[in-house]
């Protein structure tokens, strides 16, 4: 399927509804429209995980491009981690489905970039989860709580059964992500993954610096008590306890973490 080269004209001025003689409009690059193409198709998941794309001498065939043309595409897929391409003679392009975890490397990026603060974080995370909470609350099922109790159980295992500190706090990390998950909603599930990338970090971070002196293990008892308030909540169907629960854990584990490390900004944290 050849790709139809853009009009030499179409940056040209123009009349019509809405638009003004004169303006200019940008005519996307052969290699972007043969990228646009690639991408539309794997997010559409008509192109899968680990899928080997054709070899590039049929590529050029079906979009009717030049061999420098299809590398500048897959340039450009490359660095939005959309495929990985090796080179040689058993090399070849590769597709891979969107990721939540670069969309979170990037966006911690921008929040370096920003000055963010981990409090930020913290505070961000303590709009959404909480909503979550009232939202399973209101319609939780039995299969949702059955995999709460069963995240639950496997942070109380985690604290008896002598895991060392990190491993109690991916535990506890894992039960926030749950929460989300469970209210189906995508985009915050997305927004979500974004924002406890860093504070997964921070909490790792802090949880080997204390283990020391025991203070990591007292706040992961006290994390996994408000873990079991909340899962009691959400059995009750009591939104507004399941959510007050919840924001007071949040924010005693943003005054925990970020007094403990010493560390205000994401850069210091990711940097």
């Not at 506890?172 to 929460?179: G, K, N, R, S, V």
Request: hydrophobic share 45%; net charge negative.
């Amino acid at each position: 399927m050849a790709l139809v080269n853009p009009s030499r004209d179409a940056g040209a001025g123009f009349s019509g509804d809405g638009g003004r003689v004169g303006q200019r409009v940008r005519v996307p690059k052969t290699a972007e429209l043969v990228a646009a193409h690639l991408r539309r198709q794997i997010v559409r998941n008509e192109l899968h995980e680990n899928d080997a794309l054709p070899p590039e001498a049929v590529l050029m065939a079906q979009f009717g491009v030049s061999r420098p043309t299809l590398r500048e595409a897959f340039r450009v897929l490359e660095a939005e981690g959309l495929i990985s391409v090796r080179r040689g003679a058993h090399g070849g392009a590769r597709v891979h489905t969107p990721d939540i975890d670069v969309a979170a490397r990037y966006a911690g990026l921008v929040l370096e970039h920003r000055g963010a603060t981990l409090s930020d974080v913290y505070e961000a995370a303590g709009l959404i989860e909480p909503a979550c909470a009232t939202m399973l609350a209101q319609s939780s099922s039995d299969e949702h709580l059955a995999r709460l109790k069963e995240s639950l159980a496997a942070g109380e295992a985690a604290l008896k059964n002598g895991a060392d500190e990190v491993e109690i706090m991916e535990a506890h990390d894992a039960f926030h992500a749950l929460l989300v998950e469970l209210t189906g909603n995508q985009t915050m599930i997305v927004l979500h993954r974004i924002m406890r990338a860093i504070v997964e970090i921070a909490n790792t971070t802090m949880a080997a610096q204390a283990s020391s002196n025991g203070s990591a293990r007292r706040a992961a008892r006290k994390g996994q008590k408000a873990h079991e308030s909340l899962v009691a909540a959400l059995q009750a169907g009591d939104g507004e306890a399941a959510s007050t629960c919840w924001h007071q854990h949040l924010t005693a584990a943003d005054e925990y973490v970020t007094s403990g490390l010493g560390t205000k900004h994401v850069l210091d944290l990711l940097g």
